[in-house]
């Protein structure tokens, strides 16, 4: 019935029994904070999921970037400049990427989780055009202090493309956060009802045993009632 909704077929009866026929596919997003652990989480989580259901693809929006910056392409030139300053990439340019990763998963029938996207307005409205309405969306928070110190340590890390002094990397952390703060208000406006709340500072396994368990419950097929009680007393007891 959701695909009914995002897709809006011509003929939605004979749309309805070609979905009924393919296998069961299951689309999640994963988003997380600057600074997080989130290609590591997904990546565990797609290989958890993919032992209990079938084989599922992780499409990370940073792994996708790191490729057009090393094609050395239009995207790549413009990448490099918000990444010297890491600042967020142009919502035009990560929406066309991903939009070519998932086509190609929809069109294979695969199922996937999305990480790192949409952290915009923009690129959740996308979201929707592309006819993505996921299973589950989980965010990470982690407060602002913890993110500003991860992503210090990150910039500090010898691999890092950001090169700065550490007065520079505290004022690219704390405008990061800001960022992302702002944006993630429109996101959650976007998706309102979709989005699922977990902490993103435990550890890894214990964040993991959270996701699962949040699936478990939302892919339940279990018809919701209202409770029915019966409370039994003796006879002279408080029931009454």
């Given at each position: 019935?959701?695909?009914?909704?995002?897709?809006?077929?011509?003929?939605?009866?004979?749309?309805?029994?070609?979905?009924?026929?393919?296998?069961?596919?299951?689309?999640?997003?994963?988003?997380?904070?600057?600074?997080?652990?989130?290609?590591?989480?997904?990546?565990?989580?797609?290989?958890?999921?993919?032992?209990?259901?079938?084989?599922?693809?992780?499409?990370?929006?940073?792994?996708?970037?790191?490729?057009?910056?090393?094609?050395?392409?239009?995207?790549?030139?413009?990448?490099?400049?918000?990444?010297?300053?890491?600042?967020y990439v142009k919502d035009?340019?990560?929406?066309?990427?991903?939009?070519?990763?998932?086509?190609?998963?929809?069109?294979?029938?695969?199922?996937?989780?999305?990480?790192?996207?949409?952290?915009?307005?923009?690129?959740?409205?996308?979201?929707?055009?592309?006819?993505?309405?996921?299973?589950?969306?989980?965010?990470?928070?982690?407060?602002?202090?913890?993110?500003?110190?991860?992503?210090?340590?990150?910039?500090?890390?010898?691999?890092?493309?950001?090169?700065?002094?550490?007065?520079?990397?505290?004022?690219?952390?704390?405008?990061?956060?800001?960022?992302?703060?702002?944006?993630?208000?429109?996101?959650?406006?976007?998706?309102?009802?979709?989005?699922?709340?977990?902490?993103?500072?435990?550890?890894?396994?214990?964040?993991?045993?959270?996701?699962?368990?949040?699936?478990?419950?939302?892919?339940?097929?279990?018809?919701?009632?209202?409770?029915?009680?019966?409370?039994?007393?003796?006879?002279?007891?408080?029931?009454?």
């Amino acid at each position: 019935m959701k695909s009914l909704i995002t897709q809006r077929p011509a003929d939605p009866i004979d749309h309805l029994i070609k979905k009924l026929e393919q296998p069961e596919m299951l689309r999640i997003v994963l988003l997380r904070p600057p600074g997080s652990r989130g290609k590591e989480i997904a990546l565990s989580l797609a290989e958890y999921l993919s032992e209990q259901a079938g084989n599922i693809t992780c499409i990370s929006v940073g792994d996708l970037i790191d490729k057009e910056i090393n094609k050395r392409s239009s995207f790549g030139k413009e990448i490099e400049q918000c990444r010297s300053t890491y600042s967020y990439v142009k919502d035009e340019i990560v929406i066309e990427l991903l939009k070519l990763q998932v086509q190609q998963m929809e069109t294979e029938q695969r199922s996937y989780i999305i990480e790192g996207f949409p952290r915009t307005e923009t690129q959740a409205i996308a979201m929707q055009k592309m006819g993505i309405l996921p299973d589950n969306f989980i965010l990470l928070n982690q407060s602002d202090d913890y993110s500003v110190g991860r992503i210090n340590d990150l910039l500090s890390s010898e691999d890092t493309i950001v090169k700065c002094d550490a007065e520079h990397r505290d004022r690219y952390a704390k405008n990061a956060i800001r960022e992302c703060n702002v944006h993630m208000q429109g996101v959650k406006e976007v998706c309102r009802g979709l989005i699922t709340e977990l902490d993103g500072t435990k550890q890894q396994q214990q964040i993991l045993e959270e996701i699962a368990r949040v699936l478990k419950l939302k892919r339940t097929k279990a018809p919701r009632r209202p409770q029915r009680v019966i409370l039994m007393g003796p006879p002279g007891s408080d029931t009454e």
